[in-house]
């Protein structure tokens, strides 16, 4: 079981934690929603819970919930630039279809 991140993410990641000024790393995770049945969630984490697996890559810390490792087993979070947007994008090898906006997805 794995998480990466791409150069892009974990230098995004490492510029949001130093703004922050705090951070042990980020939270990855899935909740039901949207028209494909789950989205995913970003957050950043100050603390490991109790459940959490761990993964380092890039020096960055990805800790994720043991319910939303088996939708992101496997994936690999980038930072993406296109036109005036920017944001992370989750590459995800179990996703079977995702809706036409791209919040939401299904396995």
């Known amino acids: 079981m794995s998480i990466t991140l791409t150069e892009a993410a974990a230098e995004r990641v490492n510029k949001f934690l ?53 939708y992101l087993d496997g994936t690999e979070l980038d930072f993406t630039k296109e036109g005036l947007s920017e944001g992370f994008k989750f590459n995800n090898p179990n996703t079977k279809e995702q809706c036409g906006c791209g919040e939401s997805f299904s396995v």
Not at 21 to 42: H, W
Not at 48 to 66: A, Q, S, T, Y
């Open 18 to 70: 130093a703004s922050r000024g705090k951070g042990l790393g980020v939270r990855l995770g899935v909740r039901t929603s949207g028209c494909s049945g789950m989205a995913y969630v970003l957050e950043f984490a100050d603390k490991v819970e109790e459940d959490d697996v761990v993964f380092e890559d890039r020096g960055i810390k990805v800790l994720v919930d043991p319910k939303s490792l088996l």
